[in-house]
């Protein structure tokens, strides 16, 4: 992996770093480390798509936490404790055979409904036999 890069406007090198950014949705901020390509004094940094998937779950569960929309983890959670796998929770409760793969990475959001059901389901598991 490259150690050294330089900004394409000003020449500046960069240094691989990671960086806390706050991020704000609705009101709510979150701070977190953002990993890039920064100059010395500056967090104006130059980031890869892997750097940006970084951020893009950071806001998901921003945005997840504002609207009381189930975190990646419990989904998983409800998903092990109902004894479906991925696939078969995508199937059954719905958003196809990799939905539940991105929503316990982070990076999609479950719809209110989907979150809203799982939580019903948590409560009442046997309901799962009805659909």
């Known amino acids: 992996m490259e150690t050294i890069k330089y ?3 000003t020449g500046e090198k960069l240094t691989r770093d990671t960086r806390n950014i706050t991020i704000t949705y609705r009101g709510r901020d979150k ?3 953002m990993p890039g390509w920064y100059p010395k004094d500056s967090d104006e940094g130059t980031f890869t798509d892997e750097d940006m998937k970084v951020y893009d779950r950071a806001l998901n569960q921003l945005k ?3 609207e009381n929309l189930l975190l990646p983890n419990d989904i998983r959670s409800i998903r092990k404790k109902l004894k479906l796998t991925q696939v078969q929770a995508g199937a059954i409760l719905g958003g196809g055979k990799k939905a539940f793969q991105k929503y316990e990475s982070g990076e999609i959001l479950p719809s209110r409904a989907i979150s809203n059901l799982l939580k019903l389901l948590s409560i ?3 309901l799962l036999k009805s659909l």
């Open 124 to 126: 009442q598991p046997g």
């Open 31 to 33: 701070t977190f480390l």
């Open 64 to 66: 997840a936490e504002t």
């Open 7 to 9: 900004d394409a406007e």
